[in-house]
């Protein structure tokens, strides 16, 4: 059973800390809580005697929900379509009707960029070559436009408020930076890494373990 193979090697987590830390300092991180339920089931059939589960979340909601200093609220998803809307109403470069569905499209891209890890280049002309490297292609007037739009609209966001997933990058920053934040983690993932997490939760992770336990 694969749960209870999980479950057997948390319990050899739990039972290292068991000694200094206690059973229940262990932070078990799941990709969705259901996963969680899983386990607890599978740690309560095969635990000999019983013990103390320890806490279950998922990594997002741990992360969000940590006490932190210095780490802005994130601007409501709605509140930033109708700003990219507004935006891009102004400027005239779509047909009214056809833009909603571009700011669904850059709403989306922009939370790509977000959870690259990647931050505003200093012009158009940067972007534009950070796209053409990504696309192989050189003097496209096409990506000259794209550059163009994705950089008003992004450096105009910035100046507001970050998004949700920036704020969620900035957190994991600062839980790296943080040394009194030393809890255990045992992480469960549904796929490969490269799959399962993003850039920022990548880094974050391989940061996390060189100087705290994870497993």
Known sequence: NFFEELAAALLECMAHFAKSAGEAALQVLVPALPMAAELRAAVSRIADPPVLLPRFDTWRHWINTLPLSGIPQPIPASERQVLLYEALRQKKWFDDAML???????????????????????????LLAQLEHAYALNNSNTLTFEARVIHELWHTLAILAPDAEAVYALRLGCVVRQQSIDTPLFVLLDAPPDESLSVAERDFFAEYATTRPLY
């Open 100 to 126: 909603w569905g571009i700011v669904q499209d850059i709403s989306s891209l922009l939370d790509e960029i977000s959870q690259a890890n990647l931050t505003l280049p200093a012009s158009e002309q940067m």
